[in-house]
Nanobody
Framework: QVQLVESGGGLVQAGGSLRLSCAAS????????MGWFRQAPGKEREFVAA????????YYADSMKGRFTISRDNAKNTVYLQMNSLKPEDTAGYYC????????????????????WGQGTQVTVSS
């Protein structure tokens, strides 16, 4: 059974930083592309970032480019999301996701392309 467990969320002031972690188990982590999505109350879940199985290719939503960095440590079965210059509009639940293959496919931004989700970690950015 695949388990993705996020941590690192919290309350931060605008302009601050947070680093989210997602520990994976129940799958051969190094074989799978991974991603992060987020969902604010009353809104649909949206793509944040994705990384291929070896970490050599990364993808970001336009509003996160230059502020967020996704990375992974295959030895630790963990994917990270470093978030800098946070804004109040970044407030949301952040969800770790596993894709069905090692490559990030053309539909990586679609939540329906994900095969496993974490339970989420809340990020709140105060103004």
């Amino acid at each position: 059974q695949v388990q993705l467990v996020e941590s690192g969320g919290g309350l931060v002031q605008a302009g601050g930083s947070l680093r989210l972690s997602c520990a994976a188990s129940g799958l051969t982590f190094r074989f799978y592309a991974m991603g992060w999505f987020r969902q604010a109350p009353g809104k649909e879940r949206e793509f944040v970032a994705a990384i291929n199985r070896r970490g050599g290719s990364t993808y970001y939503a336009d509003s996160m480019k230059g502020r967020f960095t996704i990375s992974r440590d295959n030895a630790k079965n963990t994917v990270y999301l470093q978030m800098n210059s946070l804004k109040p509009e970044d407030t949301a639940g952040y969800y770790c996701a596993a894709y069905p293959s090692g490559d990030v496919s053309g539909s990586y931004y679609d939540p329906n392309s994900v095969i496993a989700w974490g339970q989420g970690t809340q990020v709140t950015v105060s103004s």
